[in-house]
């Protein structure tokens, strides 16, 4: 079945760098997001890579996939307590999908 | 950019009665949205999907007779939790995707979420 994985909880320094992990199970998924979700609020996107591509990097974030492993890991570097936050893996088989969503990964970033 | 409005952000209802919760794109049409609820400190969890026209299609172990969904327009589907009891108390969100970028991975625009709590 398809299943996502993450750690719970993450607490780091103000200007760290932080990386939030996160396992799949599904081999077929083609497309690979991490999404945001502040306090109260709905999601935003953060960015997303095709499940052809090992890295993609988008100012401070940087994606690295492990397809071999379905590993995925999301490294905010310089973190701020802006950044302070759930984070949420999901993957879907095909654009334009309902996603599979994991539990989520609560950054904390103490200054 | 693309924006999903839902409408009402929040409610509180009495058990036994039924809640409408509105999921509207405000910039482009979606013949398809998508239905996720969400548990404290849980993931979000599909519950339906929602095309313009015609049915919806229910995950396992949703029940279709209590959450009502109509997609009546291309901009709007609606929600409707019946005879809400504590238990439906959640947070819901909707994505909607636009019809002209579906093939995109970037075109799943979520709404802002709707805090539902049946007392």
């Known amino acids: 079945g398809e299943d996502v994985e993450q750690s719970l909880f993450l607490s780091v320094r103000e200007g760290d760098s932080s990386v939030i992990n996160c396992t799949y199970t599904?081999?077929?998924?083609?497309?690979l997001y991490w999404y945001k979700q502040e306090p109260g609020a709905g999601l935003q996107l953060l960015t997303y890579?095709?499940?052809?591509?090992d890295m993609k990097q988008d100012q401070r974030l940087t994606v690295l996939l492990n397809k071999k492993d379905k590993h995925l890991s999301l490294r905010i570097a310089d973190t701020q307590t802006g950044d302070s936050a759930i984070y949420f893996c999901?993957?879907?088989?095909?654009?334009?999908?309902?996603?599979?969503f994991g539990k989520g990964t609560t950054l904390s970033v103490s200054s | 950019g693309a924006v999903v409005s839902q409408h009402p952000s929040w409610v509180i209802c009495k058990s036994g009665t039924s809640v409408k919760i509105e999921c509207r794109s405000l910039d482009f049409q979606a013949t398809t949205m998508f239905w996720y609820r969400q548990f404290p400190k849980k993931s979000l969890m599909l519950m339906a999907t929602?095309?313009?026209?015609?049915?919806?299609?229910?995950e396992q172990g949703v029940e279709k007779d209590k959450f009502l969904i109509n997609h009546a327009s291309l901009t709007l589907s609606t929600l409707t939790v019946t005879s809400a009891h504590p238990e439906d108390s959640s947070f819901y969100i909707c994505?909607?995707?636009?019809?002209?970028?579906?093939?995109?991975?970037?075109?799943?625009?979520f709404g802002p979420g709707t805090r539902l709590l049946v007392l």
């Open positions: 994505s909607a995707l636009d019809i002209f970028l579906s093939k995109k991975q970037e075109t799943q625009y």
């Open positions: 999901a993957e879907s088989i095909e654009a334009g999908t309902a996603l599979i």
């Open positions: 929602s095309n313009e026209g015609s049915k919806a299609t229910y």
């Open positions: 890579i095709f499940s052809n591509m």
């Open positions: 599904d081999s077929s998924s083609t497309y």
